[in-house]
């Protein structure tokens, strides 16, 4: 398997401008988090779904971001307008329900850069 | 609001030597406490993890101690070596089955040859 596939890898926009990362989760896997790394905050869940449905966006840190999982193979992080504070590294993650010790596979990552 | 909390921040050992690293939790409504391993420009992965009802678990080099009355959870990497560098993190799920982790802040390691 390819693992958790994410792209762009690396983004540098402009303040105001809209970005979208993008997310395949490892076929099979019916859970998909985002989560938002910083230096300050550290790892932050954002948003997760499951089976396509959203579940928790209490860490979706305003109306600016929005999130969707249109199917089961594709998730989409959107950010509009986009501030130079978003700037992190946003993960991609998937699971699979299994029991207890179900391990959460995460993407490469991109790096987000708003000037 | 449930936090995990860990130190130290940064750690050096020199190779072979035992690292050490602390988390301390605050809710009780835990049932899985993993550890992940990140490595620059990598995402984050599992390294070990263990249930509550369990009081040390180890795979390899990597031991986790759990002490449930504390609430408190420790990973020991021994004859730590320079490919251990890395950041680690605690993390904790909550029992309402939801698969969400709650991670600490990290803990940036290097090991010296």
């Known amino acids: ?115 | 609001q449930q936090q995990v909390k860990q130190s130290p921040q940064s750690l050096i050992v020199q190779k072979g030597g035992i690292s050490i690293i602390n988390c301390a939790y605050e809710n009780t409504a835990f049932d899985y406490f993993p550890w992940y391993q990140q490595f620059p420009g990598k995402g984050p992965a599992l390294l070990i993890a263990i249930r509550p009802d369990v009081s040390e678990k180890k795979e390899g080099r990597f031991t986790i101690s759990f002490n449930k009355s504390a609430k408190q959870f420790s990973l020991h990497i021994m004859d730590s070596q320079p490919g251990d560098s890395a950041t680690y993190f605690c993390a904790a799920r909550g029992m309402d089955s939801s698969y969400k982790l709650i991670f600490g802040s990290g803990t940036r390691l290097l090991v010296r040859p």
């Open chain 1, 1 to 115: 398997d390819a693992g958790v596939i994410q792209s762009p890898r690396h983004e540098v926009t402009e303040m105001g401008q809209e970005v979208t990362l993008r997310c395949k989760p490892i076929s099979g896997h019916d859970y998909l988090f985002w989560y938002r790394q910083t230096m300050m905050r550290g790892l932050e869940l954002l948003i997760y779904f499951n089976n396509n449905v959203p579940i928790d966006d209490s860490g979706m840190p305003e109306d600016r971001f929005s999130a969707k999982m249109p199917n089961a193979s594709f998730s989409t992080l959107k950010i509009q307008p986009s501030e130079p504070r978003d700037s992190a590294v946003y993960f991609c993650a998937s699971t699979k329900e299994r029991g207890w010790d179900n391990e959460q596979f995460f993407g490469p990552g991109t790096r987000l850069t708003v000037l």
